[in-house]
């Protein structure tokens, strides 16, 4: 088979959505910081440097496909991690601080972050660890593994206070999930981001009803008991909530120590406690039962911990961003400017937008790191609904390819890293795009392809481009 022949199966849909993107982050970019008779291949401006970047990408991208052997991205996938984790923990000592997070490494004046390549090389470790023969992640061993892989450089990168890159590690449970683990897994995942809130919005009171409420709920209609269990706990925390009545009484209020979620927490643990106890001394065996009790104690834990983690492991501005999503603080003028202004420039976009390079907002710079982290708006306010409607259809196309090739490659390191990238790129592009729109805090985090930055354009290319190779090569091994 000869070596057009191989090549032209190159999957030239996922290089074509590549391209689209990169060279339109780049006309974007350009339109957020241009000037009068501004050209494109100014090189002393952002835009003619992402010019450059591009070109080290596209290159990088070549290399990856026609030169570099893929063996070695198996064969080495665990020394690849190790020397990332210890370029993180360099960081930590050698690093420069910008914006806040010191993750950054200065060598002759450019500056780049392990923590974005550092997804690259925790994707290949977890393919060669979940892709050998024998994985089961159910098993003990194995999801221990898989979770420690990925928790030591979310560990090393918070420390980093590079909190955007950290949250991207959580799509890593969408690959443990197509790898065997449970589905409850990722709802206890979306509740405790619910419980955060409560606890922190409302009050732990009201978030350790509705952590008692939702498992009492979910054991009964695990057991086909939906109305018995209804009614019970309907009642049982009818009940719970006049606590705090009773104990502002006089007389108890004058002799009580806890406030009423103390309380709770104290006899709802300890009758979970009790019925853990009974489970093991009895041998009953009720797997779900236990696991609905350590996930009440676990769950009561974190909600305790939330004005810990609130208060000592974010910093002041992440802190502030978080109070003004939640509405505890209005602040348009001060930590809710940027997302102010984003909201104004893609709401004036309209249906068609204004046109390239006519976005008031974008010229005259009312939205801060434009070319960046806020890049989306500058594509609904110049390109409009239909202009934002088009990249997100286009991301879809492409994570959707990845997932479709990944599927179908028989070779369990192809599959998973497929799986693995897909999920980093989705995290990104959910991300970035709910902060520009206001509906997570401003967190700092590209949008993939399109926002400026050596790094980040460098890492996606890297991500993207390894997957296509192994994907062209387990063509050309089938056909041998």
């Given at each position: ?5 191989i ?7 996922l290089?074509?959505y ?7 982050g ?39 496909i026609?030169i ?65 023969y ?13 979770f ?8 090393l ?5 590079e ?27 979306l ?36 109305l ?14 006049f ?15 806890f ?14 406690v009790?019925l ?8 009953t065996k ?7 009790l ?14 810990f983690?609130?208060?000592?492991v ?6 502030a ?21 984003s ?61 479709n ?8 390191f192809?599959?998973?890293y ?44 890297i991500l ?13 091994y089938?056909?041998q």
């Amino acid at each position: 088979m000869g070596t057009g022949s191989i090549y032209n199966k190159l999957d030239w849909r996922l290089i074509i959505y590549y391209l689209i993107l990169v060279v339109f982050g780049w006309l974007n970019i350009f339109s957020s910081v241009h000037a009068e008779n501004s050209i494109l291949f100014d090189f002393s401006q952002r835009y003619g440097m992402h010019f450059i970047w591009m070109c080290i990408s596209i290159v990088l991208a070549l290399s990856i496909i026609f030169i570099i052997p893929s063996r070695i991205y198996q064969a080495f996938s665990w020394g690849f991690y190790l020397m990332m984790i210890l370029l993180l923990m360099s960081v930590l000592v050698l690093g420069v601080e910008i914006k806040g997070s010191r993750s950054w490494i200065s060598l002759g004046g450019f500056n780049f972050q392990p923590a974005e390549f550092s997804k690259i090389t925790t994707s290949l470790a977890l393919a060669a660890l979940m892709g050998k023969y024998g994985y089961v992640f159910k098993r003990t061993d194995c999801w221990m593994k898989a979770f420690a892989t990925i928790g030591l450089p979310m560990m090393l990168i918070l420390l980093e206070k590079e909190t955007g890159s950290m949250l991207v590690y959580i799509g890593f449970l969408l690959v443990f999930y197509r790898e065997g683990m449970s589905g409850w897994f990722l709802l206890a995942g979306l509740f405790a981001i619910l419980l955060f809130i409560l606890g922190l919005a409302v009050s732990p009171f009201v978030a350790m009803l509705v952590l008692t409420g939702s498992l009492m709920l979910v054991y009964f209609i695990k057991h086909q008991r939906a109305l018995f269990g209804i009614i019970v706990t309907v009642l049982s925390i009818t009940l719970l909530a006049f606590l705090p009545k009773i104990l502002s009484i006089e007389a108890i209020a004058a002799k009580n120590p806890f406030p009423a979620e103390i309380w709770v927490a104290l006899i709802c643990c300890a009758a979970a406690v009790f019925l853990l106890v009974k489970n093991f001394v009895l041998r009953t065996k009720n797997k779900f039962l236990r696991n609905i009790l350590l996930c009440y104690i676990m769950m009561t834990g974190f909600i305790f911990s939330v004005q810990f983690i609130f208060n000592n492991v974010l910093q002041d501005h992440q802190r502030a961003r978080i109070e003004v999503l939640l509405g505890m603080k209005d602040d348009p003028k001060g930590v809710g400017y940027n997302v102010h202004q984003s909201l104004i420039a893609i709401g004036s976009g309209g249906l068609f937008g204004k046109g390239f390079m006519r976005g008031t907002q974008t010229r005259f710079d009312f939205v801060p790191e434009q070319t960046t982290d806020f890049i989306f708006c500058t594509i609904g306010e110049e390109w409009g609904f239909v202009g934002s409607l088009g990249v997100l259809v286009l991301y879809f196309l492409l994570l959707m390819r990845i997932l479709n090739k990944a599927e179908q490659n028989s070779d369990n390191f192809t599959r998973i890293y497929g799986y693995c990238v897909a999920s980093c790129l989705l995290m990104h592009i959910l991300i970035n795009i709910c902060m520009t729109i206001g509906l997570m805090p401003v967190i700092g985090i590209p949008l993939p392809f399109l926002s400026y930055g050596g790094s980040s354009l460098i890492a996606f290319t890297i991500l993207l481009f390894i997957f296509i190779r192994l994907d062209l090569d387990q063509w050309r091994y089938l056909k041998q």
